[in-house]
T-cell receptor
């Protein structure tokens, strides 16, 4: 059973388009992180969200934490080929002390 | 470079051999995690340490796997009698827990291939 479900698992779009990736769970998280991973490398932390309803922006990337702290979304505006990669959400379940990961969304931006 | 460091980056071994990986965390971080990642999947939790204490082990961690973190600094992950199913990327991460927030920073991983 996957504690964090990401959708879509694969996404291929053209440069300049917008996209949203979703991360959903039935569990409440103390905090939730988004990572980006290149082939053969470790995940790189993009952002941490903590408060329900929180919105954070990182250039063309917008991250939102659900009001109930059970879900999150990543929106990319005007996608560029450099955005290509595996996007992972990870969260620390309340009361637990480990990060659990979603299965990832493999994003391809075509020039 | 003050990030998380993992060695070796790549390891090819014959089935049945033992292998050991090393992770050097960010120096002030008190928590250290090991994850395993197979192609096309997200990282799967294996175990974690708070300082030198190993606080949780996943059911994925069979008796052939052992992890240590002597003196609460670097950590090693040993796999005994390797099997082809052990082929994966082994990731180490460290974090400094502040309140309810855990931000984990990952190393570049060790890719294990068992032939």
């Amino acid at each position: 059973t996957q504690l964090l479900e990401q959708s879509p698992q694969f996404l291929s779009i053209q440069e300049g388009e917008n996209l949203t990736v979703y991360c959903n769970s039935s569990s409440v998280f103390s905090s939730l992180q988004w990572y980006r991973q290149e082939p053969g490398e470790g995940p790189v932390l993009l952002v941490t969200v903590v408060t329900g309803g929180e919105v954070k922006k990182l250039k063309r990337l917008t991250f939102q934490f659900g009001d109930a702290r059970k879900d999150s979304s990543l929106h990319i505006t005007a996608a560029q080929p450099g955005d290509t990669g595996l996007y992972l959400c990870a969260g620390e379940i309340q009361g637990a002390q480990k990060l659990v990961f979603g299965q990832g969304t493999r994003l391809t931006i075509n020039p | 470079d003050t990030g998380v460091s993992q060695n070796p980056r790549h390891k090819i071994t014959k089935r049945g051999q033992n292998v050991t990986f090393r992770c050097d965390p960010i120096s002030e971080h008190n928590r250290l995690y090991w994850y395993r990642q197979t192609l096309g999947q997200g990282p799967e939790f294996l175990t974690y340490f708070q300082n030198e204490a190993q606080l949780e082990k996943s059911r994925l961690l069979s008796d052939r796997f052992s992890a240590e973190r002597p003196k609460g600094s670097f950590s090693t992950l040993e796999i005994q009698r390797t099997e082809q199913g052990d082929s994966a990327m082994y990731l180490c991460a460290s974090s400094l827990v502040v309140g309810a927030v855990t931000e984990a920073f990952f190393g570049q991983g060790t890719r294990l291939t068992v032939v």
